[in-house]
Each structure stands twice: as C-alpha cells, then as structure tokens.
C-alpha cells in the first residue's frame, strides 16, 4: 500500500523505521514546522524531521492543513493509507477522507480513557497502574474513532514519562505492520468506543510544574515522573530553580513540608504532608541531569539537612 506517516515526536521514529522496512510503499511524511527555542528562538526541527533528512525520506511541513496545495498534492499521490502518530495538529475531514483504506491514528492510551494531548504523562500523574496503545480510525472528533486494535501494559512504580513513551514506541511499531496488512486484507473488526466512559489528558502546562510539597508524597512523585523528561518538575532551594526527572516514594514519615529530612552519596529526602519523597535525579540552571550520588560527590554541602525547599 501507499502510505502518507504523520508524526513529529522522538516516539514515532520506530513505527517510521518499521514502515521503511516493510513491503509497503512510504510516499509521503507530515510533520509540524520547526519550532524556535532558547533565549535566541532559534528554529529547531523535530525528531522525525531530523530522521527525515538522515534518511533522504520525502517530507512537508504544512503550518496549515486546510489548503488547496496539500489537498492537491495528497490527491496526486493517491494514497491507500493515511497513518497519524502524535502529529500535533488536528487532520481534517477532507484530508483523512481522501486515502483508498481511509486513516488511522495510533494513540498513546486505552480509548476512551485519556484522549487528548498527553496521554502519557496524565496517565502516570494519576496513578494509574496501566495503560496501552490504541489504533483507531480517524474521525472528526477528538480521539473519538472506532478502534481497531489496542494493547494494554502496565505502568511500573519507576515509571517516568520518557520511560513509558519508549516501551509504548517499541509495541507500536511491533504491531503496526500487522494492523497495516490486516487493513489491506479487510481482515479487521472495529469496535466503537464507549463515550460516556471517557476521559481526556489535557497539554501540561510549564506554568503547573511547579512541585507543591504541601501535597501527599505518593501525589508528588508521580507527579515529577509524569512531568519528566519534559516541561520538567522544579522546586527552588537557595533562590535557584532545581529541576526534578526522577522520584520514588519513601515509607519515612515526614518532619515538615518542603524539609531537606537527609542528604547523603545515596539519598536525598524531602518531606510532603504524609510520608518523604526521595529524589533520584535532578540539575541545576545551566547544568546536565545527574543523579543524586554524582550531584553528592559534587556539591556535598549544596542540600542542608533542617532547611526546606520551595
């Protein structure tokens, strides 16, 4: 089949390197206009972008989709599949409509459960102890399609965001070829999902990932591993911003909100409002993430046992 991939995300890279080793024909790739970032705002181009270029692969970036020149182009193309993967921009109806086998998009939870923009990160945030990847066929509404396959893992207690987004890249490029023939074959059943059942995942916001230690201590740590790699929890301590990537709950009561209660080669502890939360990586403004034995041997005397952070 002829196939246009859409997809910007670090995530979506195993599903394109999948495809290119398949039978099938990969005409076309769509991914989101580079981005500027930094104090400069220089343009950065996403990973797919990137690979598409390591790879001599045919790619556009439409900043609108909602034009004559894409539809045309589509149309010449005459694709038999349209496959979406975190793209980052909603697909219209004229667009998803035009491939022969319709369009599917591969989404980062069990529907109805979490449909929106992360997925992912909301998903360990509440503390779920599961979720899985859904491939579903494209509709107007948001995550609303009838659902083709879906495949369910579990979420471990070290789990972070860059974590689970990786074992979630690894099972959906391992089914996506599958999912793809049986497309080609009509040897699918579709199941609609049921509405009433579903809940969504909202854009996680950098002005949010302020960490609020006056909260429970399971509630924190899952807080900082949703929120990690990216926008990254913070706390401050000596009018520094300290980012936070990695966490696990402590069984130590607490001595106070936001006390530094140990810091040592092996552990840093601060207290919540029930239990402790022990921090395992972190960095500094300017500085690469490392973990707390290495920030230890480093700056023993950085973290004081007795203050507290905020």
């Known amino acids: 089949m002829k196939i246009i991939y ?3 995300p670090e995530i979506s890279i195993s599903c394109l390197e999948k495809l290119l080793n398949s039978s099938h024909e990969l005409s076309l790739i769509l991914t989101m206009p580079d981005k500027p970032s930094g104090r400069g705002k220089k343009l950065i181009p996403g990973p797919i972008k990137k690979f598409c270029i390591d790879n001599s692969l045919p790619f556009i970036q439409p900043e609108n989709l909602n034009n004559f020149e894409l539809e045309n182009k589509l149309k010449e193309i005459a694709p038999d599949l349209l496959i ?23 989404h980062t939870s069990l529907l109805p459960n979490y449909r929106g923009a992360a997925p992912i990160q909301r998903a360990i945030i509440n503390g779920e102890k599961s979720s899985g990847i859904t491939f579903m066929k494209l509709s107007e509404g948001l995550d609303e399609g009838p659902i083709l396959e879906n495949f ?15 074992k979630m890249a690894e099972v959906s490029s391992n089914k996506i070829i599958q999912t793809i023939d049986n497309i080609e074959l009509n040897n699918f059943k579709i199941t609609e999902q049921d509405h009433s059942k579903a809940s969504y995942a909202d854009k996680l916001l950098k002005k949010e990932s302020c960490i609020e230690w006056n909260n429970k201590a399971l509630d924190i740590k899952n807080m900082i591993n949703g929120y990690s790699p990216n926008p990254c929890a913070y706390t401050t301590y000596k009018k520094e911003r300290i980012n936070i990537y990695r966490a696990k709950l402590n069984s130590t009561k607490s001595e106070g909100v936001g006390k530094i209660m140990e810091f040592s080669r092996n552990k840093l ?16 403004p300017g500085k690469r993430k490392i973990s707390i034995g290495d920030f230890y041997n480093g700056s023993n005397d950085f973290f004081n046992p007795g203050k507290y952070i905020t």
Do not use: C, Q, W
């Not at 502890?269 to 500094?284: H, K, Q, T």
């Open 152 to 166: 369910e893992m579990a979420i471990e207690d070290d789990d972070t965001a860059g974590t689970l987004s990786a």
């Open 269 to 284: 502890l601060i207290g919540a409002v029930d239990f402790s939360v022990e921090l395992l990586e972190l960095s500094r």
């Open 84 to 106: 979406v993967f975190a793209y980052g921009k909603i697909i219209p109806k004229k667009i998803f409509e035009l491939p022969t086998h319709g369009s599917i998009n591969i």
């Open 6 to 8: 859409a997809a910007t």
